[in-house]
């Protein structure tokens, strides 16, 4: 069954969710992290973020592509997991 995952989109994205992503990816450079949140976060351009922070573009768009992957597999593997409601307290 195919499941469609929309795109991640520049200055959209929460600061958690982009922790989390990377958490999943072997992306460890902090100059690197920087770089990828604020664009994704801030919604900075590319030229700018990779430009402040010294990151190759091309090792910047291989990363990015690793981090929207990542996003790809969570929304997929996130179907099998129910949401919870907040639990009741019922006093007597």
Do not use: C, W
């Not at 959209?12 to 770089?35: F, M, N």
């Not at 990542?70 to 006093?91: C, D, G, K």
């Amino acid at each position: 069954m195919q499941y469609e995952v929309g795109k991640l989109v520049a200055g959209t994205v929460d600061p958690e969710q982009v922790d989390l992503l990377l958490a999943g990816t072997s992306i460890r450079s902090e100059e690197l992290i920087l770089a990828l949140r604020e664009h994704l976060v801030n919604g900075r351009p590319v030229s700018e973020v990779v430009e402040k922070h010294q990151v190759n573009l091309n090792h910047f768009y291989k990363r990015l592509r690793v981090v929207q992957a990542e996003h790809e597999r969570v929304a997929r593997l996130s179907r099998f997991y129910v949401q919870l409601a907040p639990a009741v307290v019922i006093s007597e």
